[in-house]
């Protein structure tokens, strides 16, 4: 089995900075892309960050400039630091990652998912 476990979440105030992580274990035999996605209340699911197995990141327009993603492949970890936070940054973050299992199955694993609340 492989999870996904979330952590860094909080209440800050616009203008702060969080930093999320997130760590996969289980039977992994290797890593590919790794990313977080966000979902705000009534609103669809969408993609913040994303990073691919050679550390290439890809960012949501909205995010760029403010948030950077990391990971550490000896960890099987990935960040997202968020720095200059909005109140429409406000959402559930979810890590995702593409993982091929210890048996050489590729699989898409999600997190459970972390609350980030941007108010003063």
């Known amino acids: 089995q492989v999870q996904l476990v979330e952590s860094g979440g909080g209440l800050v105030q616009p203008g702060g900075s969080l930093r999320l992580s997130c760590a996969a274990s289980?039977?992994?035999?290797?890593?590919?892309?790794m990313g977080w996605f966000r979902q705000a209340p009534g609103k669809h699911r969408e993609l913040v960050a994303h990073i691919a197995s050679s550390g290439t990141p890809n960012y949501a327009d909205s995010v760029k400039g403010r948030f950077t993603i990391s990971r550490d492949n000896a960890k099987n970890t990935v960040y997202l630091q968020m720095n200059s936070l909005k109140p429409e940054d406000t959402a559930v973050y979810y890590c995702n990652a593409d993982i091929r299992t210890a048996l050489l199955i590729n699989n898409n694993y999600w997190g459970q998912g972390t609350q980030v609340t941007v108010s003063s």
């Open positions: 289980g039977n992994i035999f290797a890593i590919n892309a």
